[in-house]
């Protein structure tokens, strides 16, 4: 088989899967769009947050941290992300606020001090 036979081929696998992936997507409920939609956006907050909110800890204490203790969120509008300073952090305890409406940190609190507070 020559390679102009091989992609062909190929050209014809990715349209069939993409009438195929147009057929599936036409079969969801509205419910199920209005989920995924909800959860795409749930992701996007988390992902914004995990780049903004270490990056501003870090420019403030000197510490980098990777993974917080807690996570809190109303899976719709903020996320709040939680890190404990381990023994040679330069602090102890950071909060950081990320609120969807505002597309940034919100609200940051470095060992009990607030850095930043923004209001809605």
């Known amino acids: ?3 102009t036979q091989k992609l062909m081929i190929a050209m014809v696998g ?16 509205n419910e199920e769009k209005e989920a995924a939609a909800q959860i795409r956006a749930l992701v996007a907050m988390q992902e914004m947050a ?20 807690k996570t809190s ?24 606020t990320l609120h969807l409406s505002l597309g940034g940190v919100s609200k940051l609190i470095i060992d009990d001090q607030v850095l930043i507070d923004k209001k809605l």
């Open 73 to 96: 969120t109303d899976k719709a509008t903020y996320v709040t992300m939680e890190w404990v300073g381990e023994k040679d952090s330069n602090f102890k305890t950071a909060s950081c």
């Open 14 to 29: 990715v349209f069939v899967v993409g009438f195929i992936l147009v057929g599936v997507s036409k079969d969801q409920s």
């Open 50 to 69: 995990n780049q903004k909110c270490p990056k501003l800890i870090e420019n403030k204490t000197g510490t980098q941290v990777f993974f917080p203790s």
């Open 1 to 3: 088989m020559g390679e």
